[in-house]
């Protein structure tokens, strides 16, 4: 049987399975040692995107989650930018649509020089 560019044999391949089946089948950690497993988040982390929607700016909270999300999702590579390319990069990198919707409410010939002009722009838009 052809394995093509895998490092590991048959043996190895089967023996991880039986090592992740307890895992998989339980959906929570099996080993009896803590060190084992890996660390949960901390408190202060700030939640996933897929867990809720979109964070919507005219809040404290809510312009540093949106930040938080746009970052993740921009990094700084498309800087600066405007709407356009900004919306591009956002569907290149699957960014989830909530997040796209909120960056189509830009100005579309404002250029854009980091994340933070851009949430400044949108809470400016956004009723008090």
């Given at each position: 049987?052809?394995?093509?560019?895998?490092?590991?044999?048959?043996?190895?391949?089967?023996?991880?399975?039986?090592?992740?089946?307890?895992?998989?089948?339980?959906?929570?950690?099996?080993?009896?040692?803590?060190?084992?497993?890996?660390?949960?988040?901390?408190?202060?982390?700030?939640?996933?995107?897929?867990?809720?929607?979109?964070?919507?700016?005219?809040?404290?909270?809510?312009?540093?989650?949106?930040?938080?999300?746009?970052?993740r999702?921009?990094?700084?590579?498309?800087?600066?930018?405007?709407?356009?390319?900004?919306?591009?990069?956002?569907?290149?990198?699957?960014?989830?649509?909530?997040?796209?919707?909120?960056?189509?409410e830009?100005?579309?010939?404002?250029?854009?020089?980091?994340?933070?002009?851009?949430?400044?722009?949108?809470?400016?838009?956004?009723?008090?």
């Amino acid at each position: 049987m052809e394995r093509g560019s895998n490092r590991l044999n048959v043996h190895r391949d089967e023996e991880m399975k039986h090592e992740l089946q307890g895992l998989l089948r339980s959906g929570h950690p099996t080993r009896a040692d803590e060190w084992h497993d890996p660390e949960p988040g901390a408190d202060d982390d700030p939640p996933a995107a897929a867990l809720g929607a979109v964070p919507r700016p005219g809040t404290p909270a809510g312009e540093e989650a949106l930040r938080f999300e746009l970052g993740r999702h921009l990094a700084r590579t498309p800087f600066p930018a405007k709407r356009r390319e900004l919306l591009r990069t956002l569907h290149e990198r699957h960014a989830p649509d909530g997040l796209i919707d909120v960056v189509t409410e830009l100005p579309p010939d404002e250029t854009f020089h980091n994340v933070q002009e851009m949430v400044t722009t949108l809470g400016r838009g956004m009723p008090a």
